[in-house]
């Protein structure tokens, strides 16, 4: 199916374990995004993508890598969890860096 | 700091009436202006956009204000239907190709 999808839906982990969340899209944009969604921030750029291997920070990216090797996928590392964390992700497309496509997102908690 | 800001976290309207959701920002640079809209449980989706160049752009029952001077955008939507309640999302853009979201406004559109 064409789009943008993110797994998994829903994750609950641990303090302290490493969780990766996947985002795939199928149009060949050049540009990804991760965004996290907090009450009373709105959503917030993790990192961001502008093509393979070319990857940057946004404004909350301590605790997180990201790595980019196939033009379609965009992984999300929390290398190892806190509660802070727990939160709603966000992954997003766009050919020139703006108007973008969002993902369903993905849910995670952290115990 | 809040460089894409939305002052008001809710608004109520009644069917039919007319919806009125702000936005300022501080920075300069920024040049294209979006909002998004999103329902629980799904990503946001693109809903009408502006460039700086233009003060107004309107695309059916949603329209789009920009005062530059101010650094303040609205979004009107008239007639306010039952399926709009949602939350809104204002996001800026300038050179650096990524969206600066603001926190968000929830519409509830009351029968």
């Known amino acids: 199916d064409a789009g943008i999808t993110q797994s998994p839906r829903y994750k609950i982990t641990e303090t302290g374990r490493q969780v990766t969340l996947m985002c795939h899209q199928t149009?060949?944009?050049?540009?990804m995004f991760w965004y996290r969604q907090d009450l009373g921030h709105g959503l917030r750029l993790i990192y961001y993508?502008?093509?393979?291997?070319?990857?940057d920070k946004g404004e909350v990216s301590d605790g997180y890598v990201v790595s980019r090797s196939k033009t379609e996928n965009f992984p999300l590392t929390l290398e190892s969890a806190t509660r802070s964390q727990t939160s709603v992700y966000f992954c997003?497309?766009?050919?020139?860096?703006?108007?973008?496509?969002f993902g369903s997102g993905t849910r995670l908690t952290v115990v | 700091d809040q460089q894409v800001k939305q002052n008001s976290p809710s608004l109520s309207v009644q069917e039919g009436r007319i919806s009125i959701l702000n936005c300022d920002y501080t920075?300069?640079?920024?040049?294209?202006f979006l909002w998004y809209k999103k329902y629980p449980a799904e990503g946001p989706t693109f809903l009408i956009s502006?460039?700086?160049?233009?003060d107004k752009n309107e695309d059916g029952r949603f329209t789009v204000f920009l005062n530059k001077s101010a650094k303040h955008l609205s979004l009107h939507i008239v007639p306010s239907q039952p399926g709009d309640s949602a939350v809104y999302f204002c996001?800026?853009?300038?050179?650096?190709?990524?969206?600066?979201f603001g926190t968000g406004t929830r519409l509830q559109v009351t029968l």
């Open positions: 996001a800026a853009t300038g050179t650096a190709s990524k969206l600066t």
């Open positions: 149009w060949s944009h050049s540009y």
């Open positions: 502006i460039s700086s160049i233009k």
């Open positions: 920075n300069s640079m920024f040049d294209y």
């Open positions: 997003a497309s766009s050919v020139s860096g703006d108007g973008y496509t």
């Open positions: 993508s502008a093509a393979a291997d070319i990857t």
